[in-house]
């Protein structure tokens, strides 16, 4: 039996990417464990057909508790069986490559975004450039790996001269019930599902809600600006317009995905990673059923024109913003057009089709699929 084993800095809970992998991993009859944090409040995992591991780090963030953490990983790694470490994203990188070099085993790389140029690292010049060093250092020697976006992937390839394969953040196939979904009090549901930090359009959004007429805005998701974002809402004066519902488990996440009536992906153009990114939320609307309204970059402006399942907006000022969404919902032809085309585009936009890039990949590496 083969053993794989998936290494993560997060706690597990709402990761809905290395679900999917380690699903998908376990046709081919492997023994499948993901690795990952524990945090002081982390819920408990729901019942995985994988195995997990969780470490309890004494750094929380900052350079200590990337140190630790891959320091924990090699260690781990080192005296356990294993014939493939899977490393999600640069900050697992250091710890699964030397591992995987000690113990003369696979290494495959899965980049969630371009971890250089996320917003946490674009102005900060030193950390930035020891991520960069890593990147370079490590990024050419591997010979397997993959990420979300067809523009990342090229930026890697032209960087360090490596072909990345794209296997896209989509989620697994749902039969769509695309009955009305309008409150019975007429007010209408805007959806923002994800985290909660610097960039990702929440202030614009939260600000607009003063002039949205008939409409609630649900955030759901965690992150560095959740205090910030709760007192800009109460200083607003917007308790019932707005709703924050913090984490919820990836398991539970369709169900409330599928109560909206408008989902936003309005990342700023702060560094490549946002300009380039093909974020998860955006094919958790199309499964749903809920047309989007997303920043015109590049690869979420071809799902959406592809498609016909939304529009664009280019950040302006709040009460454009407001005209934008109240649009939306006035032209009901063109919503329910919008509408009934996520069902064509949840058919080709699901794990079920993706996976078989994945397949393909660890094939590759002696990993049989039944």
């Given at each position: 039996?083969k053993?794989?084993?998936i290494?993560v ?5 709402t ?9 998908t991993?376990?046709?081919s ?5 993901i690795?990952?944090?524990k945090k ?13 591991k969780?470490?309890k780090?004494?750094f ?5 508790f ?6 924990r ?8 069986r294993?014939?493939i470490?899977v490393a ?29 140029e996320?917003?946490e ?10 991520w960069?060093?890593i ?6 020697k ?18 360090y ?10 989620p697994?196939?749902?039969d ?30 939260i600000?607009a809600?003063?002039f949205?007429?008939?409409a ?32 919820i ?5 369709p ?15 702060i560094?490549?990673?946002y ?12 499964q ?15 799902i959406?024109?592809?498609y016909e ?10 009460e454009?913003?407001a ?5 939306i ?8 057009k919008?509408k ?9 936009l ?5 996976e078989?890039?994945l397949?393909?990949?660890y094939?590759?590496l ?5």
């Amino acid at each position: 039996m083969k053993r794989i084993y998936i290494a993560v800095t997060n706690d597990l809970v709402t990761d809905n990417r290395i679900h999917k992998v380690a699903s998908t991993l376990l046709k081919s009859g492997a023994r499948v464990t993901i690795i990952g944090r524990k945090k002081p409040k982390s819920l408990q995992l729901k019942n995985r057909p994988y195995h997990t591991k969780r470490f309890k780090l004494f750094f929380k963030q900052g350079p200590g508790f990337y140190l630790e953490y891959n320091i924990r990983l090699f260690i781990y790694l080192f005296f356990r069986r294993f014939d493939i470490i899977v490393a999600n994203d640069l900050d697992t990188l250091p710890g699964a490559y030397y591992a995987s070099k000690f113990r003369f085993k696979h290494l495959v790389y899965d980049s969630h975004e371009y971890f250089t140029e996320v917003p946490e690292l674009v102005n900060r010049d030193f950390p930035r450039k020891v991520w960069k060093i890593i990147e370079r250092k490590i990024l050419p020697k591997i010979k397997y790996s993959y990420t979300v976006s067809e523009s990342i992937a090229k930026t890697y390839q032209k960087q360090y001269g490596i072909k990345m394969k794209v296997v896209r953040n989509v989620p697994f196939y749902i039969d769509q019930n695309l009955s009305d979904k309008s409150q019975k009090n007429g007010i209408k549901y805007i959806l923002y599902q994800g985290s909660l930090n610097v960039g990702r359009g929440l202030e614009h959004i939260i600000n607009a809600m003063q002039f949205v007429e008939n409409a609630k805005l649900i955030i759901i998701g965690n992150g560095d600006i959740k205090e910030q974002l709760k007192k800009r809402i109460l200083d607003k004066g917007l308790t019932e317009k707005i709703e924050l519902k913090g984490r919820i488990p990836f398991e539970d996440l369709p169900t409330e995905t599928a109560k909206a009536d408008l989902g936003i992906a309005l990342e700023e153009n702060i560094g490549l990673n946002y300009y380039y990114a093909l974020p998860n939320k955006l094919f958790d609307y199309i499964q749903a059923g809920v047309p989007v309204l997303v920043s015109p970059f590049p690869e979420m402006q071809k799902i959406v024109n592809k498609y016909e399942i939304g529009t664009v907006y280019d950040h302006k000022d709040p009460e454009s913003l407001a005209q934008k969404i109240s649009e939306i919902f006035r032209l009901k032809n063109r919503y329910n057009k919008w509408k009934e085309n996520t069902l064509i585009a949840a058919k080709e936009l699901c794990w079920e089709n993706e996976e078989k890039i994945l397949i393909a990949i660890y094939s590759k590496l002696g990993i049989h699929f039944k």
